[in-house]
Nanobody, 128 residues
């Protein structure tokens, strides 16, 4: 069974850090681009970071650039999102998504509409 499972969310104070994990089962993440998305209350889900399937190139939206870092450990079939300097506006449910082959050739990993495997989400709350 193909499955993505996010973990690592929680409550953190502004300026704090969290590391999210996206663990895959039933398939090998090596050949997939993996993206991180988030959905805040009353807003649409938005993609903000991804790592390509081929050369490991990464993308960050302006809202998280310099604060968040995406990485992958193919041996553990897991992608991580290190989140530092968290702000209250980072509060959301965080999802990881995966799609085969994205980011290779002329494609880019931030083609958000292409993602078709999803985890169940993990809540991140940034509050004092």
């Amino acid at each position: 069974q193909v499955q993505l499972v996010e973990s690592g969310g929680g409550l953190v104070q502004p300026g704090g850090s969290l590391r999210l994990s996206c663990a895959a089962s039933g398939f090998t993440l090596d050949y997939y681009a993996v993206g991180w998305f988030r959905q805040a209350p009353g807003k649409e889900r938005e993609g903000f970071s991804c790592i390509s399937s081929s050369d490991g190139s990464t993308y960050y939206s302006d809202s998280v650039k310099g604060r968040f870092t995406i990485s992958r450990d193919n041996a553990k079939n897991t992608v991580y999102l290190q989140m530092n300097s968290l702000k209250p506006e980072d509060t959301a449910v965080y999802y990881c998504g995966a799609v085969p082959g994205l980011g290779s050739g002329s494609s880019v990993c931030y083609a958000w509409n292409e993602y078709d495997y999803w985890g169940q989400g993990t809540q991140v709350t940034v509050s004092s």
